[in-house]
């Protein structure tokens, strides 16, 4: 079974491939992050770990609208929203790492 994330992988590793990746590579992707963790939490309705994709899918938008996405996405809120999100996978029995 293909995972959502296989599509998102294989483009990160094309972009890692390429080079250094551009600001139109890091919106694209975190664009992509953000979509797909904003439909998990959707799915997930008030469960601890939709909770905690809710800001993580924020701070992803929040990078991919700015100038220079990866620069702004190297910030303490977005790691600390994947730390939580890690956090409440990990208490649901889920292993992840973001």
Excluded: H, W
């Amino acid at each position: 079974m293909k995972k959502a994330s296989d599509g998102m992988k294989a483009e990160l590793v094309k972009i890692a491939m390429a080079g250094e990746p551009s600001a139109a590579d890091f919106k694209k992707a975190l664009t992509e992050l953000e979509q797909k963790v904003s439909a998990l939490a959707s799915a997930g309705g008030d469960s601890k770990v939709a909770g905690a994709l809710r800001p993580f899918g924020a701070e992803a938008a929040k990078a991919a609208a700015a100038a220079d996405p990866g620069s702004a996405a190297d910030n303490p809120a977005f790691l600390k929203a994947g730390k939580d999100v890690t956090a409440a996978c990990k208490a649901a029995g889920v292993s992840v790492i973001l």
